[in-house]
């Protein structure tokens, strides 16, 4: 609860500087978060509807009824309040001015205040709710990294008195045995450095980077105001090296044994009336990191060790369309279902949340081997992930020359892993590529051949994923076969590279948060070693679509195919979309459920996206069906300020550049009353 006396000491200072106290009281600095996220609206919105999803799910509820939310206001309606409500003339009495704390109090209680960027969102936090940080971190999707905002300030305003006395706060929550590390995110520092990196930061991190040299506070070298506010607390904290590799030696050499606070600086737009950056104020950030998500599978995103195709579903997506759909879900023994297994993005998911049980299914037998050997993959130890990398840099240290009969233009090629590439050409000749159509006899006999270690079996998807995404350069002889799998090699064995350090983190702990460079880093334990025989629990099941058991999943969360990347005949796409359409809906419970799926809206390559595969028309066949079966969609009343509600309703958006924009459909379904 608000402190009464607190706020009665301040309502004799002049209006303005009421409204500023009150503020405070009401949001103090130390419940003041900011969120940076992974990928900004140029990708996706995701990230924002996740954010406040998962908001619901870690506030404390203690003092509400289960069935009450919180409300999100924007800064901006904050102040409107603040400016019309709280007048010199109203704090004339001792009545007037217990009126006034009561009103104030009364308003604010459970609302959250929320301010969107571009790539990034703040959070303030009143008093009676409470938050769990580290669940929202661990658990998400898009949100990289959180702490408490330090600033955030109009680029154009921004003074270096009020940067400084923000940061001199900061200073004073440091407890004894920490220090600070002062770090800009600027091209000129990270850049350079991080290109291995680029496809994750690309939309993202990349846009929220300074150009150090160009900016300014006030009159004021920003460079100059960092090197001046360090010199000044040079016994609390340093500045971070040019090479940001080097910070936490650098640190160490300093204090030792002292534990390392990292202050970043990071500039984003504020959204305004259309989320156009070129028109939003750009705004100055500095804030604490509490806290990193690392989880594991975000290394790989749309590319695990075990898929035999383009690239999948992004993993980031993929937890935030399970995210968006926990507000709704029952509190006991939720099911949820993906019908269209793939690489298992969904289901590995899933697996971060215990009371969440998931069940997996797809039509291809390649699918359930597939779905094995990643679990299989993402249950390996540091020592053995580090014997698995090594087997698989020999391959790429022997110069290989692989070339299956398809790709083959002239000439013997010598060859090895003689296995693979005669299953290749097996394969290729039954599927013409499409590996997914393989049959099962094919599937087994195929494995057979290719046995049990799995870093064989990587060998071959890899090897099928190189035919797949080489096909036109091998045909165009730009590149040969071998190239093309060495690079698609290379790149796994990069992204292994950087799950090994994330494990060299974890150790033997078995806590979900452990140190990192900067912060505590997020680490989710490897729930799927909880779970009995995958295979034998039910979790699985090698079945079509339209083979979905009736009336039993609380929500169905997909990405149907689309024929994007294959041969799709038009009237099996309709065929397809009609057959999926009924089948995904009786499979949710007729008291209530939601579908949540992604559908392709617009082709960016010139490639013709069927028409019943297309997310406006699987919109009106899915609310036609639900009106048809007894059924309707509703959706829970939900009010966000006005420049939020633009663009954080369904149907949500992610959009790949070169190829697609992907619509994100979210229906809740019932029976009529």
Known sequence: MFELENLESVLFEASDALRDRLFATLYPPERRYYFLFKQGLKKTNMAFVELYSLLQMHCDRDRRSKDEFFQIISQAEASQYLNEHVRDEDCATDADRSRLIKSVKSYFENK??????????????????????????????????????????????????????????????????????????????????????????????????????????????????LINFVEKNSSFGASAPANYKESKTRFEEKFPDLKMVTFWIVSDSIISDRYDETLGERHLICYRQLYKNDNAYHNYEENKPAWVSHTTLPHSLAGAMINVSRPWLPRENPVICDPFCGSGTIYLEAQKFPILRCETSDKSPLAEKILADNIAFFKLDHAELVRIVDALEHAVDRNLSIQPKSARRSGSARTTFESVVSLLDEWVSECDG???????????????????????????????????????????????????????????????????????????????????????????????????????????????VEDLPKGIYDAIICDPPYGFNTETDRWAAEDFSNMMIPSLVEALKRDGGQLILA???????????????????????????????????????MVYPKLMSAFVGPPYYWTAEKSLNRKILHFWIRRKP
């Open 112 to 225: 959250i205040i929320i301010e969107s960027y571009f790539t990034s969102a703040t959070a303030f936090i009143p008093n009676n709710i409470n938050i769990n940080l580290q669940k929202i971190v661990l658990e998400a999707g898009y949100i990289h990294s959180c702490g408490y905002l330090i600033f955030s300030e109009n680029t154009q305003l921004i003074s270096p008195d009020s940067a400084e006395i923000s940061l001199n706060f900061a200073l004073s929550m440091l407890k004894d045995d920490e220090k600070f590390l002062l770090v800009p995110y600027c091209h000129e520092d990270f850049t350079s450095r991080d290109r291995a990196e680029s496809e994750f930061l690309k939309d993202g991190l990349d846009d929220v980077k300074i150009h150090i040299g160009k900016s300014y506070i006030s009159e004021v070298p920003l460079h100059q105001f």
């Open 599 to 637: 559908a392709p809206r617009t082709s960016f390559s010139g490639r013709k996206i069927p028409l019943t595969l297309r997310s406006d028309y699987i919109t009106r066949a899915i609310l036609a069906y639900c009106a048809q079966s007894g059924r309707q969609c509703w959706r829970p009343a």
């Open 434 to 544: 499409d590996f997914l159509n393989l049959s099962a006899p094919s599937v087994e006999k195929g494995f057979s051949k290719i046995g049990d270690q799995l870093e064989d079996r990587i060998l071959l998807y890899v090897a099928l994923r190189a035919s797949v995404r080489g096909r036109v350069a091998v045909y165009r002889e730009t590149e040969d076969w071998a190239d093309v799998f060495k690079k698609e090699l290379g790149d796994l064995l990069g992204q292994m590279k950087n799950h090994i350090k994330i494990l060299e983190r974890v150790g033997g702990e078995t806590s979900e948060f452990v140190q990192g460079s900067y912060s505590a880093v997020a680490i989710p334990p490897k729930p799927y070693e909880r779970k009995y025989d995958l295979f034998g629990s039910g979790d699985f099941s090698l079945r079509s």
